[in-house]
């Protein structure tokens, strides 16, 4: 796979006008999926600088319909998108990590899945290409309090984990990010984090069909910032369980320790589904920043998801999971 640098991206407004076409034609899938998180109609989109004080290029209209999601909320912009990560392997600082992460190589690659299945693959970048690829927009709510709206290219995980032919007794499935201790600067600056990266999901969380293999954005394949060349999206749950560069995944019976369980269990659970009557130990989650907008709007439950996840959870006491 071929680097992809930012000047090569198709402007949001190509983009958009084109994913328009594709959706008058009946071309563009993944419509019943096309969520959003937000109540009312937001205020006009407002661009922060970029990581070197230029504006961010391609603005989106918010006031066209094929350039917002159903509820009215504006994409942001592919500059947004790529210039703003959490990724702690290259480094803590968000605005940096489209720096270190530039060039780092994406091919060849290979997920191995195993664990409790009766088919266990390792699947390549030409096996991930062959997947029918979908369009999801999908909102993203950091537990920091910010989030975005996204327009991810993918597939949905059940249909990988289908191919592995999962057995009876597999509970939880257990996602592993690379280690790669040379290319990525963070391993070492950061040692007191129990690398490599460890995500999970119940079983049933990694089946619904929500639950998403991202390998691209905007119509175009990952970035490395962004965890490429494929990426968990979960887009209920806070967005440190949307693991990113994945190596390797495994179906087991108990349930993984994670990477934020063991880095503070006092402040990270297993489950961290967005819930905003449950605060952050040392902040509010009741409100968030959505990136490229002035003042602070509702978080909502799940995300804005409720109608689709909340079965999942009948019964559990969701005060207490975070």
């Known amino acids: 796979m071929s680097k992809i640098s930012p000047s090569e991206i198709t402007p949001e407004h190509i983009y958009l006008s084109r994913r328009e076409l594709l959706k008058s034609m009946g071309i563009l899938t993944g419509g019943a999926a096309l969520l959003a998180a937000c109540n009312g109609n937001p205020p006009p989109m407002t661009l922060e600088p970029g990581p070197q004080g230029d504006p961010a290029a391609d603005p989106v209209d918010p006031s066209a319909s094929s350039n917002v999601d159903e509820l009215g909320d504006p994409l942001n912009t592919f ?23 530039e060039g780092y190589p994406i091919s060849p690659w290979e997920i191995q899945v195993g664990g409790l299945v009766h088919n266990p693959t390792t699947f390549s970048l030409d096996d991930l290409r062959k ?41 939880y499935v257990r996602f592993e990010t690379i280690h790669d201790t040379k290319g990525m600067p963070g391993f070492t600056k950061y040692p007191f984090y129990q690398w490599p990266y460890v995500e999970g999901l119940r079983m049933d969380e990694a089946m619904h069909d929500l639950t998403l293999i991202s390998t691209g954005l905007y119509g175009k394949e990952l970035l490395p910032q962004n965890g490429a060349p494929a990426r968990l999206v979960v887009p209920w749950k806070y967005g440190f369980k ?36 449950v605060d952050h130990p040392r902040w509010s989650q009741g409100t968030e920043r959505r990136i490229g907008e002035l003042g602070r709007r509702e978080t909502l439950m799940f995300n804005g998801y409720a109608d689709e996840v909340a079965h999942l959870y009948s019964g559990m006491d969701l005060s207490i999971n975070f």
């Open 79 to 101: 500059d947004d998108i790529t210039n703003y990560n959490n990724y702690y392997e290259f480094t803590t600082d968000k605005i940096d990590v489209a720096r270190l992460a």
């Open 131 to 171: 997947f029918e690829i979908e369009e999801r927009i999908y909102r993203m709510r950091c537990v920091e309090a910010w989030s975005m709206v996204i327009p991810w290219m993918g597939f949905p995980l059940s249909k990988m984990l289908a191919q592995v032919e999962p057995k009876a007794e597999a509970k």
């Open 242 to 277: 949307s693991i990113k560069s994945i190596v390797k995944i495994d179906l087991v019976t108990e349930m993984p320790i994670l990477l934020w369980m063991n880095a503070a269990p006092n402040e990270y659970g297993f489950y961290a589904n967005v819930n905003p009557e």
